[in-house]
């Protein structure tokens, strides 16, 4: 009885435990084309790469000529992952251009999610950049 | 009886220095070091407010539909609808220095709401100017950014929520709004954490 008793809780803790993993749908025949671009990446973090991991990127300009990046990740695991990110640009030199202030974006991804982030480019002289992903506490 | 005047004196010497050394440090605004307070919007808050709202007007396009580029904004109302009090140029220059940086955008310091200027000196050089030239007109504001700064608060046990919502609009001189902006940015923490 108590033997039972015990794996009855260990089963209901282990349920509670799992976070609801992410169903999605979308259209087959996609009208937009992506711009993939082909990227370099250096990982330090491995445990932040095996929880959550980039998919792709994808670049466009917008209308009034300023770089703007997409990055695709996607949660690996069964349970919500927190992040934090923060882009930084750079100019045709391959110097580091900055607005005003910056601040590491902290963000979340559900379980099995796949996730866009993107953003802008402070300046139009901005032409390269670098993602930069940090797990959250 | 030397010794009762001495040791006293040693001790409370060796509690001053002690009391002197923290562990005061530097950290990198907007970093992750930085404090989180649920109650209380933290700089990285207003940093990462700015650079949405930012990053959001450059690339509407809104600011380059005008006939002579860059620009002009003036500055309006930005209310705080928040139990706090807050310095709203906190949000406000962040996106004004950005959008200067950008080439987009110049902000007047001599119009502002109900005809006060920011900068009276500017306004007196401005005016002093067209006098001096017999100017009669000079560029007035393509632009007003005017906003809202609203807390929404929630509770669930011992797990506080705070929600602040930071709202821009970008009017033109027709009074229509041309950019809507609004960046949400939620906090959570358990009742030792909280202010309010």
Known sequence: MKTKIAALFAVALAVAGCHDTMNSVENAQKEGQRNMVSDARVVSDTGLNRKVGVVGVNTAMTPGGFLRVQVELLNRTHSLQNFNYHFEWFDQNGMQVSGSSTAVIPDEIDAKEDKFISAVAPLQSAKDFRLKLILGQ | ?196
Not at chain 2, 54 to 59: P, S
Not at chain 2, 145 to 160: D, Y
């Open chain 2, 1 to 196: 009886m030397k010794n009762k005047i001495i040791i006293p004196l040693v001790a409370a010497s060796a509690v001053f220095l002690t009391g002197c050394a923290t562990d005061a440090h530097y950290v990198a605004t907007g970093g992750t070091q930085n404090i989180v307070n649920v109650g209380q919007i933290n700089i990285q808050d207003y940093i990462q407010a700015a650079n949405a709202a930012t990053a959001d007007l450059l690339a509407s396009g809104a600011l380059d539909r005008v006939k002579n580029p860059p620009a002009v904004l003036a500055i309006s109302r930005i209310v705080n609808n928040t139990g706090q009090q807050i310095d709203t140029d906190l949000l406000v220059k962040k996106i004004r220095v950005a959008l200067l940086q950008s080439g987009k955008a110049v902000t007047t310091t001599t119009f502002g709401l109900g005809g006060s200027a920011e900068d009276p000196l500017a306004k007196g050089m401005q005016q002093e100017s067209q006098f001096m030239n017999d100017q009669k007109a000079t560029r007035t504001a393509d632009f007003s950014l005017s906003g809202k700064i609203i807390q929404l608060n929630a509770r669930a046990g011992n797990t506080t929520q705070a929600t602040y919502s930071f709202q821009l609009s970008l009017t033109d001189t027709q009074g229509l709004a041309v950019w809507e902006g609004e960046k949400e940015i939620t906090k959570q923490g358990t009742q030792g954490t909280i202010g309010f």
